[in-house]
């Protein structure tokens, strides 16, 4: 029996201009990308120098305020994470980017690795003493204290696959903790097909609260949910981008703060943090 619906359309603003369909799944409450790209065709859509999170570059408003915002938030990270943990300890960063947010844990006395299967990324988080592998299948037998996923689990094409390997990578009692956009948020039922935070096809699924608890139901317990409340106003800073042409706009600065400010209520705001915790 099919339990997907129709959800809306929507395109890749950044690389393709192709058009993708967003469908519910209604037994998780996650949207789905349709079509989803073939694994040996999902790189092309990465290939544009205006996607920031592969890169360092500080030019234009959106990277400069991108960049900004990643400073605050790496130590917000570190904090998290040491909290989770009740102290520092093993570190695996999935999707580690440009290694930023293991640079500062390592700085932080945490004993860290990575994996980021971007070439480029790879290759400057070198410079920045990080050593970076390019797939999970390299931390086999491992585990860690802590494994995060910063808005990387959106863009992973085996997502049942991954979350068995994430699970094996934890230890027992040890955290997990996962960034996500979410679609149920006032930014994004504001913005609709626009809504940046779709990034499709990069962003192969989106997640609800309900989805992240249900698709780690069996081994891990939620421990809280933190929202990432900078998001709202990049996202919507992009968004409107998208939908107007415009680089700069304050009304999407008060679609961010209203985002929040809804969020505060709803509890839906534009990106969570969750973290979970391994049943021992």
Request: aromatic share 12%; proline share 3%; hydrophobic share 35%.
């Amino acid at each position: 029996m099919n339990h997907f619906d129709n959800y809306l359309k929507t395109k890749d603003f950044l690389v393709s201009g192709e058009s993708f369909d967003l469908v519910y799944d209604k037994e998780l409450d996650l949207l789905k990308t349709v079509p989803q790209p073939k694994l040996k065709e999902l790189g092309r859509y990465y290939e544009s120098e205006d996607y920031i999170s592969h890169t360092d570059e500080k030019k234009g408003l959106l990277s400069s305020v991108y960049q900004l915002v990643k400073k605050w938030s790496l130590r917000n990270k570190t904090k998290l994470i040491f909290t989770q943990n009740s102290g520092v300890g093993s570190l695996l960063d999935v999707g580690a980017g440009t290694g930023d947010f293991l640079k500062v844990a390592k700085e932080s006395a945490w004993k860290v690795q990575g994996m980021e299967p971007n070439t480029k990324a790879r290759s400057l988080a070198l410079e920045k003493g990080i050593v970076l592998k390019n797939s999970l299948d390299e931390f086999k037998g491992e585990q860690f204290d802590v494994v995060t996923l910063w808005h990387v689990l959106e863009h992973i094409p085996n997502l049942d696959e991954t979350i068995s390997i994430l699970t094996d990578l934890v230890k027992p009692g040890g955290s997990l903790i996962i960034a996500v956009p979410n679609y149920k948020s006032f930014d994004a039922t504001y913005y609709g097909n626009f809504w940046a935070a779709y990034d499709v096809p990069r962003h192969l699924w989106h997640f609800s609260k309900i989805a992240i608890e249900e698709l780690f139901s069996v081994n891990f317990k939620m421990e809280k949910i933190k929202p990432m409340v900078f998001d709202s106003f990049y996202v919507s800073l992009l968004s409107e981008k998208y939908k107007t042409g415009k680089s700069f706009s304050l009304k999407a600065f008060w679609i961010g703060l209203k985002s929040n400010l809804k969020g505060n209520t709803s509890k839906e705001y534009s990106s969570h943090i969750y973290c979970l915790r391994k049943v021992k």
